[in-house]
């Protein structure tokens, strides 16, 4: 079992759909990611939050909006998705941002289908 | 533009023997090199970090070495066991920043 916590597991959606996945961890970490995975390739970063503050948002559509409403909760809300969004979204977390030495942990993922 | 490659081919070995996964860099200069384990349908987990002035880290059969000039690193599993099979990733790091870029790993399959 991680030690980061993804809801829903699996995701099937339409186009004109709107929800959200759900991120917790309960390490006290203050940095949390979000990635998106397609299959056979590397983890890609799409959001990072730094103490509940976004601090980098790697040129995501808008179509795909985060939150962090606390230290331990992240959201990712989705809307109006296209299919290539189909993908492995993977959530992490690690103690902090200003040590690049601390590893990440990572859930295991919501499997996201766009229909 | 910085690059990681590790071997794009799945590495095929026999139970009991060493495999051996490369990772190399350009236009790069990280301070540390992070190696993570990804089973199917989960999220990586680390293993281990090695830093720029370490030339190797061990844990268990696990066996790190880090090339500042080559702009390599090199991770080794000896003895290895069918459970061992799993996709591999290396991801270098900065100093500073917020930013990990994962390789796109290397597949190993371990017969038993």
């Known amino acids: 079992d991680t030690e980061v916590t993804q809801t829903p597991k699996h995701l099937v959606m339409g186009m004109t759909n709107k929800k959200s996945l759900k991120c917790e961890q309960h390490?006290?970490?203050?940095?949390m990611y979000w990635y998106k995975q397609k299959a056979k390739k590397p983890p890609e970063l799409m959001f990072v939050y730094s103490y509940e503050k976004l601090s980098i948002n790697e040129s995501v559509p808008s179509r795909f909006s985060p939150e962090c409403p606390n230290s331990s909760l992240l959201n990712l809300h989705l809307h109006a998705l296209q299919p290539e969004d189909s993908a492995l979204y993977l959530c992490?977390?690690?103690?902090?941002?200003?040590?690049?030495?601390?590893?990440?942990?990572f859930g295991d993922g919501t499997r996201l289908s766009i229909l | 533009s910085q690059k990681i490659e590790q071997n794009s081919e799945a590495l095929n070995i026999q139970e009991g023997k060493t495999a051996t996964l490369t990772c190399n860099y350009t236009n790069y200069s990280p301070a540390y090199l992070q190696w993570y384990r990804q089973d199917p349908g989960r999220g990586p987990v680390f293993l281990l970090l090695i830093r720029e002035n370490e030339k190797e880290k061990r844990k268990e059969r696990l066996k790190v070495t880090f090339d500042t000039t080559l702009k390599q690193s090199l991770f080794h599993i000896t003895a290895s066991q069918p459970a061992d099979s799993a996709t591999y990733l290396c991801a270098p790091r900065n100093t500073g920043g917020f930013k990990t870029i994962f390789g796109a790993g290397t597949r190993l399959f371990v017969k038993a």
């Open positions: 992490a977390s690690s103690q902090d941002t200003g040590t690049p030495n601390q590893p990440q942990h």
């Open positions: 390490m006290g970490h203050r940095a």
